[in-house]
């Protein structure tokens, strides 16, 4: 029996294996992808992470480990360009190397093998696990589980079945980008980090005479906060801090804190702009269409090959059909559940009927006494906040449930996080 099976191999789970390597707590990490592979559609070249690289798998909670980003860069003979680089924000295609490399290392880390089901075993659990390059089906028992199975993409529309080959999820980006780059209309939907990094790839690559457009529901094209006090949200005291609330004034707070983590890094706000400005010197604006306070209702397909978007302003309400080639929909994501947790669902405590209970270390609460734990990243925002899916947190959230895992009352030292304080 492992004392602990993970679910997913992101970077939530990869950090677990990379701290527990070495350690004295048997674990295994199943991934149904054949190999490692950090949000692929989205690693579009020339953007950044938009967390330091402290944030690696290990520094935050043992910097010296072997697995973190700076021995990294030792290792493939990079860490003088780095010093000169002299920058916190890495490119983001330079994380997903990293991230593989620590993968490719670990022996706990299987790839091509989903997690099929998840039942109540003996003084644990059972793990039925598909390995998909043969279809063998194997069970593992585990004291503990972790489901870091991340997001899967939000589609805010019904799509017709015909006009799918016209519609592209953020998260497929690059699958389609060369299609994109040709086609002879475009429009983005969205307005996060996501939506802006495509409008601006779009953008650098848009062709003479092609049509690009990129609406967005919010009431502007938001910069995302990152004046340091305000990034004191993102440190294990305010996340403490939240979860003590209760559900309700979590929920509450929840809005009022988007600011921190929905809109787009400043960088790349200015390099659209720049990129519009300079376009513009020379008389021609390119045929370029930007609308904020513009929902996307739905889409149609006419000939079977061009979209149809009707789309609504709704300050004025003013509704408008806008003929396209191709649509992006940069709209977000939403907690992955795999369908067999439902079997878990009457077993556990909920606050409300779409959110479970999340204890301070990232367990759920069973309405039987277990010392058997089901832990999960996923799904956490009502629970921990806007900080739940952070990638600068996810050593303070590995943290927390090795030590709960060893039975552990506190860390070996407790560091301060913030110079606020919270609940005084
Ligand atoms: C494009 C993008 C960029 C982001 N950039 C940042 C950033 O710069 N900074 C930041 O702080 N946060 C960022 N985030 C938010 C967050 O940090 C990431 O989403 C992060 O990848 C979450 O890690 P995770 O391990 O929880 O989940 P994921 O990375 O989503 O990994 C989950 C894994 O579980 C696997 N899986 C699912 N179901 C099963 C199953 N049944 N069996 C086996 N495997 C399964 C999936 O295939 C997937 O590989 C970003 C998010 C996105 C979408």
New binding site residues.
């Given amino acids: 029996m492992y004392d602990v099976i993970g ?8 950090g677990m294996a990379a701290l527990l390597d070495d350690e004295d707590v048997t674990c295994c990490f ?4 054949t190999e490692f ?3 692929p559609g ?1 690693l579009i070249k020339g953007m950044d ?3 330091s690289f402290l ?1 690696d798998l290990v520094t935050m909670a043992n910097p010296r480990s072997r697995y973190s980003f700076l021995n990294y860069l030792h290792e493939v003979n990079r860490l003088h360009r780095f010093y000169t680089f002299e920058q916190f924000d890495i490119p ?1 295609r330079e994380f997903n190397a990293y991230l593989t490399w620590v993968a490719d290392q670990l022996a706990s880390c299987q790839f091509g ?4 089901s998840v039942v109540d075993g003996q003084e644990g659990y059972l793990v039925k ?1 598909r390995r998909l390059k043969d279809d063998a089906v194997f069970e593992y028992q585990a004291k503990h589980v972790v489901l ?4 899967k993409p939000m589609i805010p529309v019904d799509v017709p079945d015909a006009a799918l080959p016209y519609v592209t999820h ?2 497929r980006y690059l699958d389609q980008q060369k299609a994109l780059h040709e086609a002879e209309s475009v429009t983005v939907i969205g307005s996060g ?2 939506a802006a990094e495509i409008f601006l790839d779009l953008l650098q690559y848009q062709k003479t005479g092609q049509q690009l457009s990129w609406f967005t529901r919010s009431s502007e094209f938001r910069e995302l906060k990152t004046a340091e006090l305000g990034q004191e949200l993102f440190t294990p005291k305010y996340v403490e801090y939240f979860h003590s609330l209760p559900y309700e004034e979590r929920l509450n707070t929840l809005p009022r804190l988007t600011g921190l983590r929905n809109g787009i890094d400043a960088s790349t706000l200015s390099r659209i702009y720049q990129e519009l400005y300079h376009r513009s010197v020379s008389g021609e604006d390119p045929p370029v269409l930007i609308q904020p306070m513009t929902e996307l209702k739905e889409i149609h397909i006419t000939d079977h090959t061009q979209l149809e978007l009707h789309l609504k302003q709704w300050q004025i309400n003013k509704e408008k059909k806008m003929k396209t080639d191709q649509v992006v929909l940069a709209t977000g ?1 939403k907690p ?1 559940i ?1 369908t067999w947790f439902q079997a878990y669902e009457p077993l556990i405590e909920w606050e409300s009927e779409d959110h479970f209970k999340v204890t301070e270390d990232f367990r759920l609460v069973f309405k039987d006494k277990r010392s058997h734990h089901f832990f999960t ?2 799904h956490l925002d009502h629970s921990h906040g806007t900080a739940a ?4 947190l ?1 050593t303070y959230r590995n943290q927390k449930v090795i030590q709960t895992i060893r039975g552990e009352k506190e860390t070996p030292k407790k560091q301060e996080t913030a110079f606020q304080q919270f609940n005084e």
């Fill in positions: 679910i997913g191999i992101g970077p939530a789970n990869l199943f991934e149904q992808e592979a950090w949000h989205m992470l938009q967390v944030a983001r093998m989903k997690v099929e696990v870091g199975t991340g997001s953020s998260s980090q996501s994501y992955n795999p990243f996923t899916t952070n990638l600068k996810s």
